[in-house]
């Protein structure tokens, strides 16, 4: 349930965000001392990673969608002028 809870709020954030939290999890790794400690937080780090990567993907596709959908618009006017 808690990773449920968690990967809920982690949707909710902007690609910045999750970049941020990712690299104050890197930080926090960088220090870490006890390897054992840290697998929990690389683990979190993978899930976190892979969000980002799901997230830039969908606003890249959105972007390229509304970029084509605005360029077939300008076209389509175009050949109205003409």
Not at 19 to 34: F, G, M, S, W
Not at 40 to 51: A, F, R, S, V
Request: charged share 40%; glycine share 0%.
């Amino acid at each position: 349930m808690k990773d449920k809870n968690l990967l809920d709020d982690i949707k909710n954030k902007s690609l910045n965000e999750l970049t941020e939290l990712a690299n104050n999890i890197i930080e926090k790794l960088e220090t870490e001392k006890d390897l054992e400690a840290s697998i929990n937080d690389y683990q979190e780090l993978i899930k976190l990673n892979n969000l980002i990567e799901k997230k830039f993907q969908n606003t890249s596709k959105k972007i390229s969608e509304e970029t084509r959908s605005k360029i077939n618009v300008i076209l389509k006017k175009n050949e109205k002028k003409t």
